[in-house]
């Protein structure tokens, strides 16, 4: 069965957004287990399944879809930004990050990516459903 949440994206601009509506000075990707950040990428926490990511060096992403924000990531926040009370620390994560905690993707081509590097972000056709 493939691992469709190989790889935690996140933007720093959300991470940004995310850390002045909790009130912390900062929010590292690291606090929350990203593996990786990008910047230029437009909302993207809201890239919807199937978004193929191609970075220059080769390496080909496949968005599963957004990575939804859970209480055990606020209170990895709350040790790391020493706030006095994890546990609201953890709630108010939740309650900030949603549609803005990034995406989880798999990869479609392997290779290295660096720092730096350019990506190119195609979007499949939208649809709405309607049973």
């Not at 933007?11 to 950040?37: Q, Y």
């Not at 990034?102 to 309607?130: L, M, N, S």
């Amino acid at each position: 069965m493939r691992n469709e949440r190989q790889l935690s994206i996140l933007a720093s601009d959300e991470l940004a957004d995310i850390a002045a509506g909790m009130g912390l000075p900062e929010l590292k990707a690291e606090w929350i287990g990203a593996n990786m950040v990008l910047d230029g990428i437009a909302s993207l926490s809201m890239l919807p399944p199937r978004t193929l990511m191609f970075f220059e060096g080769g390496v080909t992403l496949k968005v599963d879809g957004q990575n939804a924000p859970c209480k055990v990531a606020g209170r990895s926040i709350g040790e790391r930004a020493g706030t006095d009370d994890h546990l609201t620390t953890a709630l108010d994560f939740v309650r900030v990050s949603k549609r803005l905690r990034g995406i989880v993707a798999w990869v479609e081509k392997p290779g290295i990516i660096r720092a730096g590097e350019k990506v190119d972000v195609r979007v499949p056709e939208q649809w709405i459903y309607h049973p």
